[in-house]
């Protein structure tokens, strides 16, 4: 089955209220394409799932700016002053998590754990109103699988099924994700024949992406 698509095509299953997974480490692997084409679609009341919500310079500030997005699950947002000014007016809009629970909360999500427990934000906020246990002497947190209606994926090379090679560090996030959302969107830089990337070399497997969109060539 040939995935590739044109990136209206992609967007059309995206809807109001949807939660959106957005690869990316500031603007290591940040999907930036689907980002910034993503500001025209007319969806509204999102929830964003990123590691910091980028930066002044990414794609990801005019989108929070344009008062579309209601919540932020993160873990921090020092770098984007729009995801500031939504938490200035709306604190509640912002959902902080540690960044190695984030990550294991996508995890979980793409693999079907429903919880897991981590003493990561014991006797911090991180606790309020989460159930805990203990374990071998020591308090642990639960924390529950995190899991999107959409996902905006980076990946260096795709091949037409949508089984994807990503770059050294622009893996970050956008591998787990990639696991853990109804609907995955890749952008690639490069599209080859299915067959065209090593197997040993192959990030994600197709059966997770729905679909891949091209990044324009710069001129």
Known sequence: ?????????????????DTIMVGGFLMC?????????FLDHPSKGLTIVNNDMGEYGSS???????????DLICTWIVRNPAAQEMYKANPKCLHINPQGTLTERIRAG??????????????TIIEEGKDTRWFNGRKYIMETALRANVAFIHAEVADEMGNIFMKGSS?????????????????????????????????????????VVPVPKKD
Do not use: C, Q, W
């Open 171 to 211: 893996k970050n996030y956008n591998a787990a994700m990639a696991t853990a959302a109804d609907y995955v969107i890749v952008e690639a830089n490069e599209i080859v024949p299915v067959g065209g990337i090593d197997p040993e070399l192959v990030t994600v497997s197709g059966i997770y992406v729905n679909a």
């Open 60 to 70: 990801l500030t005019p989108l929070l700016a344009s008062g579309r997005v209601t």
């Open 29 to 37: 692997g940040s999907p930036e394409y689907l980002i910034h084409t």
């Open 1 to 17: 089955m040939n995935k590739v698509t044109t990136v209206e095509e992609a967007f059309s299953h995206i809807k109001d209220g």
């Open 110 to 123: 793409g693999f079907g754990i429903a919880a897991f427990y981590t003493p990561t934000g014991v006797g």
